[in-house]
């Protein structure tokens, strides 16, 4: 593990029981006070002066959203929480300090929650102008758990709540608003939910700095290591990757009860609650108001932010996508993907977003902009060759669907994890581009099986 790493791992650990603590506070304004206190004392420890950019981002965007019309605070909120993200991390080139590491994980995960509060503020708005209607029941029901009208205050505090400030999750202002007015949070099984949570961490952690002893992504950036076989290089990939998982589950399974020992994201499970949205059963979620608080179930689906028998186990790229990262691929398709007028070009925004959010790495974005055609290549994999197969040859397609889905991963894990774009391009080349000739190759022949199914089915309607 790096000094960074155990930095991370310490403050995560350190930050579970206060949970308990937030949870003796009477006043929504008392909760808010110790969560978003503690979440700026851990704020300046790890990013020192840097401190200013996150104080900086979360100033203005709340003037945005104070000063400029609903209508269009969420387009102005978007383009300044950004364009900072491009100053951050040009600072040295303006004379000024190179910020450290945890300070470019403060600033990201307070990007989406700046952005992500300006449209909620837009989408408020926009539910309060609908006319009424035979569903005026639905739209009140949605002012009353979904709409949000937050102050100045209320905004810097949410800015700063120690929970998910440094490896997430993401989570709404309405979810961390619910967290502070929470009337039966005793029956919330906070301490049972995060012993079952944590029992998957011995696994990751232990992986994590076994495998990361031995071998490291920088010796891939050696001329020592292209001395080595094809063969070596090829599957060097493999235990990267390996490591990039466990290091990330290890964070985000610790991140998740941290928001559970605090009640964040906990809803009745009669709610039908999502990752990153909260419930979905607005009707249902009133209903549960009268009945007996501890007759109550409850489930933490809200902050769920990895799924690693999802990531492991589903077939396709995109199946595994969906359970990495989920409250962040919450916020890219609910305020980038779906808000794109041109469906053609919502792939190819949304992970040019993705990317330009992680950083301003080249290989993020030789990783990230693979995505589309992997997409593309694996749809038509599947028109030509899983749709009309019998149960068995589907079975036999999704084995070998989830290889190839792995070996995909592997590929732009490379790239995310090299950085530069000299680094991915020789480690990429050494394997001669593997990773895109096997798209090419899915496409051509996927798209000709297909050509060729038709043509089979139009003869067969003739006849």
């Given at each position: 593990m790096t000094p960074d790493d155990w930095v991370y791992a310490i403050l995560l650990i350190i930050s579970v029981p206060f949970g308990h603590l937030l949870r003796q506070y009477d006043t929504v304004r008392q909760k808010q006070i110790f969560s978003s206190g503690i979440g700026a004392l851990m704020a300046a420890f790890v990013c020192g002066f840097s401190l200013i950019h996150s104080f900086i981002t979360a100033l203005v965007n709340s003037l945005i959203v104070v000063v400029i019309s609903p209508r269009y605070c969420h387009m102005v909120s978007f383009v300044w929480c950004f364009g900072y993200l491009v100053f951050f991390r040009t600072t040295h080139y303006f004379g000024l300090p190179k910020v450290p590491a945890h300070s470019n994980a403060v600033q990201l995960l307070l990007t989406l929650k700046m952005v992500g509060l300006a449209f909620e503020i837009h989408d408020t708005a926009e539910n309060k102008k609908q006319p009424p209607s035979e569903q005026d029941k639905t739209k009140e029901l949605?002012?009353?758990?979904?709409?949000?009208?937050?102050?100045f205050v209320d905004m810097m505090l949410y800015a700063y709540c120690y929970i998910g400030l440094l490896t997430g999750p993401y989570f709404k202002y309405r979810t961390y608003y619910d967290m502070l007015h929470q009337k039966q949070s005793s029956n919330i099984p906070t301490v049972e939910s995060t012993i079952n949570r944590l029992k998957s961490l011995p696994l990751f952690g232990i992986s994590y700095m076994v495998l990361s002893h031995y071998m490291t992504v920088e010796y891939a950036a050696t001329d020592e290591f292209y001395e080595h076989s094809f063969l070596y290089r090829l599957f060097y990939m493999v235990p990267m990757f390996v490591i990039l998982r466990m290091r990330l589950y290890s964070a985000w399974v610790?991140?998740?009860?941290?928001?559970?020992?605090?009640?964040?994201?906990?809803?009745?499970?009669?709610?039908?609650?999502?990752c990153g949205q909260g419930p979905k059963d607005l009707q249902a979620l009133e209903d549960v108001e009268k009945l007996d608080p501890a007759s109550?179930?409850?489930?933490?689906?809200?902050?769920?932010?990895?799924?690693?028998?999802?990531?492991?186990?589903?077939?396709?790229?995109?199946?595994?996508?969906?359970?990495?990262?989920?409250?962040?691929?919450?916020?890219l398709a609910t305020y980038i993907y779906r808000r794109v007028p041109v469906k053609a070009l919502r792939t190819f925004l949304t992970m040019s977003v993705s990317a330009f959010w992680h950083g301003i790495y080249p290989g993020y974005y030789l990783s990230f902009l693979t995505v589309p055609p992997i997409l593309l290549a694996e749809g038509v994999m599947a028109d030509g060759f899983r749709k009309d197969a019998t149960p068995r040859g589907q079975k036999i397609f999704d084995w070998v669907s989830w290889i190839f889905k792995m070996r995909a991963f592997e590929y732009m894990c490379m790239g995310f994890l090299l950085l530069s774009l000299e680094d991915t391009v020789r480690y990429w080349r050494s394997i001669y581009f593997i990773g895109h000739l096997i798209i090419v190759m899915f496409l051509v022949i996927g798209v000709s099986k297909k050509k060729e199914s038709n043509s089979q089915k139009g003869k067969e309607k003739e006849s």
């Open positions: 949605v002012a009353k758990y979904q709409n949000i009208n937050p102050s610790l991140s998740e009860c941290v928001c559970m020992t605090a009640g964040l994201g906990a809803y009745p499970v009669a709610s039908s609650p999502r109550v179930e409850y489930d933490f689906e809200t902050i769920h932010n990895i799924d690693a028998n999802g990531c492991e186990f589903t077939p396709t790229v995109r199946e595994g996508m969906r359970f990495w990262n989920m409250t962040v691929q919450y916020w």
